[in-house]
């Protein structure tokens, strides 16, 4: 009982990261219809930014973080511009290419070694609460997870811009012709999705330290994973799917036998393919639009 | 008149293979290498053209055929007392198979080809992003299973010690024969029919066209063309890893054909010629050129971050591909 509460929490923490990765993946797709396969690459710059800071105050290293992750983000919103009218396939490629170049850059500069992150040892240390003893940093990923969700929501709930972005990703061209700006939309997008990566490289990398040049990427893959399986067509399904992808690889990773764990990835996307053909629209889209039936 | 402009839209990109496979010959051993690499490279990129072209889905999952093709033809070449000593669990069946080089190349082509059958049957209901995500998964479960199931191969030890029997001979006409039949399936009325309906889908399935079927021909037809360039590969390498075939060259041969083209065997052949031509460019100036007053000489790590740039530029830039999707249409002049 105690050791399935302790996976349950555990998964709980990793979901919440995943979440986070999704959501950002999510707030793009929503505006642009573009999937940023790059979206791992902004927590990569941002680990090497606390990895590089690491000896200064945590404020200057949590600023450089997102000072970066946000510098990059909007670099990539002016990069992706000339996709807008493009193909699918050809938006999918493009950012698989952004993300490779700037793997190859942080291999070139950092080297394959990989470098440490020391920020914020403190949350590495364990609490008992009963029976069940976490980490600190996972009830803070929960709880950084819970929050930052809610202000989204509220941002697209509650405010002008997220008024016109849900508009832009529900019918882009009569939001535009009703005089919504697509490039403020979509910047704006890129912003909130940069903030939550930055988030989540924090939480990140208090739990795995070491960073190289392939980190974010080796995350964003199972995220974008998730946001697919999720239902692309929502936010919200989107994030959940991106939980319960997090969620359902750190069960699997615990209700395995030590001797079939090598065979985690092929469980995990064996669910995923019987998920998609089971609903090709998502697990949690409330869509039937894109159910096909060939 | 037609015939010259049906002939010349074959013709080129042969032409160009052919031209490749030919002046590699005069070139330095090393160099030689790089272009009986790009010829299979070549390979790959049109097996994936054969699909993905004409069907309008894209698949990342088509470098697990590959895998599958190169696993394949490298533990049936191999001699099975060496084989033994290196993957001791091997099923007696695959241990005890040793077949010659061109049986080796079309049992990859028919264990490709089966294995892309059994993975469509269900995965071609799919369309989009569900569709590339589910190929994506299929990539992911291939490489798990070859690389920690010690039954039916070296796990994660490498293959090694496979003939290297992929001479420009076999690498030009191997590309070649994939690209002659690369043609065919798309002047069939198979490929014009799924041609049809991955532009308009609605007015296919009105026209009685089974678009799970079509898409599932295609799908076996690249699956094996790939199992047979995986076979290519492994004899010209010599020894492979899971990991060869895996993420890297799934992106690779998918932004080639992007480059070239999607929608054109001219565009494959281009773009996986050039991008390779490109790579071997890089890489030796990583080893330094000698420009008569000096040496450039670039330090290492540049080749992937140009590689990475001259890519992403194209793609941005040249969203439809450096052919357009067109083939190469001789006309005379009237």
């Not at chain 1, 999510?26 to 396969?37: A, D, E």
């Not at chain 1, 993300?99 to 590495?124: D, I, K, M, T, Y």
């Not at chain 1, 069940?132 to 509220?154: D, K, N, P, Q």
Request: hydrophobic letters at 55%.
């Amino acid at each position: 009982m105690t050791s399935a509460l302790q996976t349950l929490i555990d998964a709980t923490a990793l979901g919440s990261i995943y979440a986070l990765v999704a959501m950002g993946i999510g707030l793009v797709f929503g505006v642009m219809r573009l999937v940023n396969f790059a979206h791992g690459e902004l927590i990569t710059a941002g680990a090497y930014a606390l990895a590089l800071t690491n000896h200064l105050p945590l404020a200057v290293s949590l600023a450089a973080c997102f000072a970066v992750v946000i510098g990059l983000v909007l670099a990539m919103d002016v990069a992706y511009r000339p996709l807008r009218t493009t193909t699918p396939t050809t938006m999918l490629v493009t950012t698989f290419a952004v993300s490779f170049l700037l793997q190859a850059v942080a291999l070139l500069a950092f080297g394959a070694r990989g470098q440490n992150v020391g920020v914020l040892p403190e949350l590495n240390r364990a609490v008992s609460i009963g029976d069940v003893r976490v980490r600190w940093v996972t009830l803070v990923s929960i709880a950084v997870g819970a929050v930052l969700l809610g202000a989204t929501a509220a941002v697209l709930g509650r405010t002008d811009i997220g008024l016109q972005m849900r508009a832009a990703a529900m019918d882009p061209r009569t939001a535009q012709l009703l005089g919504v700006r697509a490039s403020t939309v979509i910047r704006f997008a890129f912003v909130m999705a940069g903030i939550l990566a930055a988030s989540a490289t924090v939480l990140l990398t208090v739990q795995r330290p070491l960073v190289t040049p392939s980190y974010g990427f080796q995350l964003v893959i199972p995220a974008l994973v998730g946001v697919v399986v999720g239902g692309m067509d929502r936010l919200v399904s989107a994030t959940l799917g991106g939980f319960a992808i997090g969620f359902a690889a750190a069960v699997l990773g615990d209700v395995l036998p030590a001797d079939g764990r090598v065979f985690l990835d092929t469980a995990l996307f064996l669910l995923v393919i019987l998920v998609l053909l089971v609903r090709p629209s998502g697990l949690f889209s409330r869509s039937r639009a894109a159910w096909e039936r060939l | 008149m037609k015939r010259l402009a049906t002939g010349s839209q074959l013709l080129a990109p042969v032409l160009l293979l052919a031209l490749v496979g030919v002046l590699g010959n005069f070139t330095s051993r090393s160099v030689q290498f790089q272009f009986r690499f790009a010829l299979v490279m070549a390979t790959i990129v049109i097996a994936l053209y054969v699909f993905i072209g004409n069907s309008g889905v894209v698949s990342f999952g088509h470098v697990s055929f590959v895998a599958v093709g190169a696993f394949a033809a490298g533990l049936t070449t191999v001699p099975e007392a060496l084989k033994l000593s290196l993957s001791p669990d091997l099923f007696p069946l695959i241990a005890g198979a040793e077949v010659g080089n061109a049986v080796s190349l079309v049992l990859a082509a028919a264990v490709g080809g089966a294995f892309a059958f059994l993975v469509g049957v269900p995965l071609m209901r799919l369309s989009g992003l569900s569709a590339g995500i589910a190929t994506f998964a299929v990539l992911v479960i291939t490489n798990n299973i070859l690389r920690n199931w010690e039954a039916i191969g070296p796990g994660a030890r490498t293959l090694s010690l496979v003939p290297e029997t992929t001479s420009f001979l076999q690498a030009t006409c191997g590309a070649i024969a994939v690209a002659v039949v690369a043609f065919a399936y798309q002047r069939s009325r198979f490929g014009r029919v799924l041609r049809a309906s991955s532009d308009d889908a609605a007015a296919a399935q009105g026209a009685g066209i089974e678009i799970h079927r079509q898409r599932l021909l295609a799908f076996t037809l690249s699956g094996a063309l790939a199992g047979f360039a995986g076979g290519l590969l492994v004899h010209l390498l010599g020894s492979i890893t899971t990991q060869q075939v895996y993420l890297d060259l799934a992106f690779v041969t998918l932004a080639m054909l992007v480059i070239g083209g999607v929608r054109s065997l001219w565009g494959a052949v281009v773009g996986a010629l050039l991008v390779s031509g490109v790579n071997s460019l890089l890489l030796t100036a990583e080893g330094g050129i000698g420009l008569g007053v000096g040496e450039l000489n670039v330090p290492t790590g540049t080749r992937l971050v140009t590689l990475g740039v001259v890519m992403a530029l194209i793609l941005l830039f040249r969203p439809r591909g450096l052919t357009g999707g067109r083939e190469v249409t001789l006309r005379l002049p009237r």
